[in-house]
């Protein structure tokens, strides 16, 4: 199962769903009597007053929702707990869907990526981390579980498979071509492509998932109008425009996934994930990107970063903590055997145990998806 295109919505109610993160979503519930025991998740309500003076809404918690002052007294009143928005930030710790490119880099057309509401939040962060204040400490973790919660969401029957690598590969390169290949190929049978959601590796899967619905000879061109500026240094402002576009001259993409974070506010998001879920706590992010990927994940050479997902990733194998063993293919033969030899530890630690047969390395990255399917069915 693929992702929703960006902003959609799949609305699944009446059912287990009780959140409501559209006004359409909310219009159809209170139309059938009321949202008595729903969640209102960063709605704007401030043209809905007459609706909420009349709605049953026992039990309902409005997260982050704007209303008139009218429609708060009576809804509180009627037994809602309402929670209201916080002013002067540059993100909505309620929100109740992932971001897409356009949300994280508005403004960049006529400011610059300094510009963006993706720049604004990790100024923010860099704020607050520093003066300790336990109030953003308590905003950062509720917008965390509210993306995490979107992210679930997202990919319900979702085939995902994980594509790691480095944030220095540069576009214009054999290798970011290649990344970009392997993720066309993974999105075009059928899995889902989720990435860390920043440049380099991570970016050139993104892209190959953008551009499978699309022919070849597209994602030829895209590598060459990309290649014009090639990394996020020293600006990341023509880095971005480069890839969007990219989207406009090939716009309705191929729909993926990307994990970012502001932790590393130093990488950007990149603009080929239709969906970025973007985390202020780093952990939380690298846990969740591994944890989802049940399909498999694929590592393409990196450094410091890429060896600790691959050794995060073992872990719960070696443990079977999350069920069955999922496969893990390293690209690279002397990348991980010479240059930072984690394919020996990987293959010392899984020896007689399940995940032994769901690990794999190969040359090249051709290689890669029907490696990882053989190691899906062993």
């Not at 990149?270 to 990927?293: C, I, M, P, V, W």
């Not at 872990?315 to 390293?330: A, I, K, Q």
Request: proline share 8%.
């Amino acid at each position: 199962m693929q992702p929703n295109p960006e902003h959609a919505s799949a609305p699944q109610l009446p059912g287990d769903d009780r959140e409501i993160e559209t006004l359409a979503e909310f219009d159809e519930v209170t139309a059938r009597g009321g949202v008595a025991g729903y969640r209102v998740q960063a709605v704007d309500l401030t043209q809905r007053t007459a609706a909420l003076l009349t709605a049953d809404v026992a039990g309902a918690v409005f997260l982050g929702c704007p209303m008139g002052q009218e429609a708060a007294d009576r809804v509180r009143a009627a037994g809602a707990l309402v929670f209201p928005p916080v002013p002067g930030l540059p993100f909505n710790p309620y929100r109740g869907l992932l971001y897409t490119p356009g949300d994280l880099f508005a403004g960049l057309a006529d400011g610059g990526y300094e510009a963006t509401p993706d720049a604004h939040a990790y100024s923010w962060f860099q704020r607050t981390t520093s003066d300790g204040d336990v109030f953003a400490s308590m905003l950062r973790a509720i917008h965390d579980d509210s993306i995490s919660d979107a992210l679930d969401e997202l990919l319900v029957g979702a085939r995902v498979v994980g594509v790691m690598g480095g944030h220095a590969m540069a576009r214009g390169t054999d290798d970011y071509a290649g990344a970009a290949r392997l993720g066309r190929e993974l999105a075009r049978a059928g899995f889902t492509v989720a990435t860390g959601g920043g440049p380099g590796a991570m970016e050139a899967a993104n892209l190959g998932a953008y551009a499978a619905p699309f022919d070849d000879e597209m994602l030829d061109e895209a590598l060459e109008l990309l290649a014009e500026a090639p990394s996020f240094t020293p600006s990341i402002t023509e880095w971005a425009k480069a890839a969007f576009a990219v989207r406009d001259r090939w716009p309705s993409g191929g729909p993926s996934v990307g994990i970012p974070t502001w932790f590393y506010g130093h990488e950007p998001p990149n603009a080929f994930a239709s969906h970025l879920a973007k985390y202020f706590a780093n952990a939380t992010r690298e846990d969740g990107l591994l944890a989802r990927s049940n399909a498999g994940v694929v590592f393409l050479p990196g450094a410091a970063g890429t060896v600790q997902e691959i050794f995060d990733n073992a872990t719960p194998n070696y443990y079977e903590s999350r069920g069955e063993p999922t496969p893990m293919v390293l690209v690279d033969r002397t990348h991980w055997t010479e240059h930072l030899p984690a394919w020996p530890l990987l293959k010392a630690l899984a020896k007689g145990r399940p995940m032994e047969s769901r690990i794999a390395l190969v040359d090249t990255v051709e290689e890669a998806p029907k490696t990882l399917e053989s190691l899906r069915s062993a």
